[in-house]
């Protein structure tokens, strides 16, 4: 990085940093500390929503999937427009007219208090864990490319959110986060641009979506009921449904972007504004993807693209073995230059089956230096990842992105896990506060709630930025979140679903059986990582939420006399 890469990045978050701070002083009540006064815009909200999703994890892991996997994972947000189509139904105008903090009173209202207090520590539990990996996933890529140290990376990231989120509360994260979008998007289209100017100029962007095509990168839609095939219409428009109602319905750093609103109005076109350019977001940044790997096509890409694990493998016994496969790959290389020149003069890419078999013999040569980098960290015990996905597209701004855009695009991936932190902090502090904190203690003044609720915002960064010290590394971090919420939030919403339309059933069958599919989706998780049964991750939404209201209308049926509160 040059001095004025260094200027861009530390310009840039100092800035967000001090605005948000300076635009959110003065919180004097819980209502402008935790919801920000209700004064927040509809596209405040529907930008601040996609912030809070839109972590690092995002414009680092996304890239490298499509690039490795092409643009399929795009099926997984199919749900998202049905999600908040019943969300702004259902789900808002309730939150709206109970006047709630959190999501979780409204449990207190319809089940009891232990069924609310349960919701809560459910969603602390996972949303503390993602907390940390989105601080850990930016940390430990930068770390690994850039040789800067991970535990320092680790408390920069945390201590910086840590700042202007204690100081303002829900109005820092929506004022910081309306301009972290626009640096995320500018970077992002910036980054889009040049791989396309890098292209050779008999390149158009016509012609290299038909090499991405004929190498199998294009395949958008999945219409199997295959289970092997983890990301598929059916498993988007079903678990994805799921999984978003649950995300954007129940998980409170989420609801808090949306209870900031002016009005029920402003809530509802925020959230259907998200709606409305979530996929589109998704599919451009997976396209980004796909055109690095078009790029890759004509330009010599590193057999692995974690520099870390290079090193471990080339210090090792391994090293002629990994030689002799970037040897191979350098051949193959040639190869398919030949071959692809040849088709584009003869404008005969889009059907190459010759193309399509040379990128699989590629992927083969990468999978034999995965295992030799495996087999050479554990011989020096060391803890190496060497699946590449998450290096992909920071190897690319690193090496090919001209001074102070690189600046720029770091700024964009430490900038997004700033934004996400910060709305999960902010939740985290709020759930505590209100559905934790001021429900089994006597009753708080105005200011000593807003303590409260500063020194549990600092407290839960505390924690982020010790889960982020101690986070494992993991195949594909997006999807790791990703797991982490799925194994929570099919429960979650069930409970939600059981308060909004079966009116019969009480609160003691309720908790019960939360706590009975709890355990359940945990082993089912559990099965399917062992392979003893085939249930992708995506599904443990659909099947936590059926399991917990199977459960409750049972256990009602069986015992009609329970009252509704206990």
Known sequence: MQTLDWIVLIGTLLLIVIYGTYQSRGSKNVKDYLKGGNTSKWWTIGLSVMATQASAITFLSTPGQAFNDGMGFVQFYFGLPIAMVVICMVFIPLYHRLKV????????NRFDLKTRTLAAILFLIQRGLAAGITIFAPAIILSAVLGWNLLLLNIIIGVLVIIYTV?????????TQKHQMVVIFTGMIIAFVIILNK?????????????????????VLDFSFDFNN??????????????MLSYFGTDQSQVQRYLSGKSLKEMQIGMMFNGLLKVPMQFFILMVGVMVFVFYQFNNAPLNFNPAATEIVQTSEFAQDYNDIQSQQELLFKEKQALIESLVSNDDIRNSEKLALLNFENEKLRSDARTLIEKAGTQQNIKVESNDKDYVFIHFILTNLPKGLIGLLLAVILSAAMSSTSSELNALASTTTMDLYKRNTSEKSETEMVKASKWFTLAWGM??????????????????????GSIFYGNVLGIFLLGFFFKFVKGNAVFTAALITQVLVIGLF??????????????????GCAIVIAIACLLQYLNP????RA
């Not at 903090?101 to 207190?108: Q, S, V």
């Not at 100029?201 to 990168?217: M, V, Y």
């Not at 924690?463 to 999807?479: S, T, Y």
């Open 526 to 543: 559990f099965l399917n990582q062992y392979e003893i049964i085939n249930l992708p991750f995506l599904w443990l939404n659909f099947v």
């Open 230 to 243: 983890r990301y598929t219409v059916w498993s988007g428009l079903i678990g994805g449904t799921f999984l």
């Open 167 to 175: 100081s303002g509360g829900t109005k820092a994260v929506n004022v």
């Open 101 to 108: 903090y959190t999501a979780y009173e409204f449990l207190e």
């Open 199 to 219: 292209l050779p100029e008999d390149i158009t962007f016509t012609k290299a979506l038909e090499i991405a095509g004929a190498s199998g990168k294009m395949e």
């Open 561 to 564: 006399n329970t009252h509704a």
């Open 463 to 484: 924690i982020a930025i010790g889960v982020a010290c101690v986070a494992n590394l993991a195949e594909n971090l997006i999807q790791l979140v990703n797991i982490i």
